[in-house]
């Protein structure tokens, strides 16, 4: 089975729109008891940006990735 390819200029630029991201999400507060839900909601979604999805991206920007190549990306 052939690896996927992506393109590394697309990863980059969701990389960091998804710290952007990350950080806007942890800029939102309320005290609100009624935002309890979504506040909790909102802790997760962080968590799994910051545990997953950016570790994901970086090991897929990695120089040592094998998903990269020069030519014939994927979509991203």
Avoid: K
Avoid at 5 to 13: D, E, G, K, S, T
Avoid at 31 to 53: G, I, V
Wanted: proline share 7%; charged share 20%.
């Amino acid at each position: 089975m052939t690896p996927s390819r992506f393109n590394p200029v697309l990863l980059a630029q969701l990389r960091g729109r998804t710290a952007d991201a990350l950080f806007q999400l942890g800029e939102l507060r309320s005290h609100d008891p009624s935002a309890a839900t979504a506040m909790r909601a909102l802790r997760l979604t962080r968590h799994t940006l910051e545990w997953f999805w950016i570790p994901a991206l970086d090991d897929l920007l990695s120089p040592h990735c094998e998903t990269q190549n020069s030519g014939g990306y994927d979509e991203v």
